[in-house]
């Protein structure tokens, strides 16, 4: 999932080029105005021309090869053609002798839901493969993510926002600054978030280690260390008579942890639950948990040289012969993975 935040950047320098022209103007209000006139037009642009321009831009801010990233024409003119029906009204402008503020109201593409919908599609897709053993090439994945998000594309919503735009005078000419606040008005998402997790997304990039069915695993923490085994999936008979759930079958995931260190600097116990955990089954489905519980393994709160043991409930809805189980920390920094035949 590493191209994910590379894609992204492709598709917002895509839209601000597209809106570079006509910068010249005498006053900070007619410049925006023409700004937003040329976004409306792109549906007359060289898509081709604007997309590699776009790519030579993220090259140089981008390390790896970009250009194996890069969006297909679909979906590149549905970025585009959405933003040729952005309305907007100018509210106010502010002068401060090479600055300038104009304030704007617009009406424009949602991509923070269309986002939303991409990066959940394209992981338990990603995870699915991953499962499966079924290695993709880089044109591959390029591939399956531009069909993902295409189909994406065509669900885009518009919502209402208003926002400032920063421009400054170079020359005796009045530029708008191309800045985090700028994308966010024009795309309803904040960009800055991809600068603030960089080190994050190193970090969930990380090849993703296997387990081994009733071995421990070592988890080393900032906070100290602790192992943590899985030990089984077993089918069981147990229904809640209160749950709406329609399914074939319950599963029980048992496993066990035992805290050699963690938390011995800070005085934090260790408890592992439910949300250390991703499940899919054979067929990539995620899995919801089932409202049933074993007592005699239910997860507490370990303290350095304790452990405790645990089961979570799941519901399928298939006939998978597997529990495709991926170990989580921190909400999402995906640590080990394991295949669990179900018993």
């Not at 993220?58 to 969006?71: H, V």
């Not at 005078?169 to 960009?191: F, P, R």
């Not at 035992?258 to 949300?275: A, H, I, Q, R, Y």
Request: aromatic letters at 6%.
């Amino acid at each position: 999932m590493q191209n994910l935040k590379k894609i992204i950047s492709i598709m917002l320098l895509a839209v601000l080029i597209t809106g570079v022209y006509g910068c010249g103007s005498k006053s900070p209000s007619n410049v925006v105005k023409n700004y937003f006139e040329e976004l409306k037009k792109g549906q007359n642009a060289d898509f081709s021309t604007m997309l590699n321009d776009s790519l030579k831009s993220a090259e140089k801010t981008n390390s790896a090869d970009t250009k194996e990233n890069k969006f297909s024409d679909e979906s590149t003119k549905k970025i585009i053609d959405s933003m040729t029906k952005v309305t907007y009204t100018i509210n106010s402008e502010k002068v401060d002798g090479d600055s300038a503020t104009v304030n704007v109201k617009i009406n424009g593409p949602d991509m923070s839901k269309v986002f939303a919908e991409f990066m959940q599609k394209a992981f338990t897709t990603a995870l699915a493969k991953s499962f499966s053993g079924d290695k993709m090439s880089n044109d591959d994945q390029n591939k399956l993510y531009n069909s993902i998000l295409s189909d994406c594309l065509d669900n885009i919503t518009y919502a209402d926002r208003t926002g400032d735009i920063s421009l400054k005078k170079s020359n005796g000419e009045w530029k708008i600054d191309a800045d985090d606040s700028l994308k966010k008005l024009l795309l309803g998402i904040d960009t800055s978030i991809f600068n603030k997790n960089a080190s994050r997304d190193s970090n969930n990039t990380q090849e993703i280690k296997e387990m081994t069915l009733n071995q421990p695993f070592t988890v080393e923490t900032e906070s100290g260390n602790y192992s943590l085994t899985i030990e089984g999936a077993k089918t069981t008979d147990k229904r809640n008579q209160f749950s709406k759930k329609d399914v074939s079958k319950v599963i029980m995931l048992n496993y066990s942890y035992v805290n050699e260190s963690f938390g011995k600097t800070t005085g934090t116990d260790l408890l592992v639950d439910g949300s250390a955990f991703q499940v899919l089954d054979d067929e990539g489905n995620v899995l919801d948990t089932y409202p049933v519980s074993d007592e005699n393994r239910v997860a507490k709160k370990a303290p350095v040289g304790g452990k405790s043991s645990g089961a979570i409930a799941y519901a399928l809805t298939t006939n998978s012969e597997n529990l495709n189980v991926t170990f989580i920390r921190n909400g999402s920094q995906k640590i080990a993975k394991i295949k669990v035949p179900i018993q």
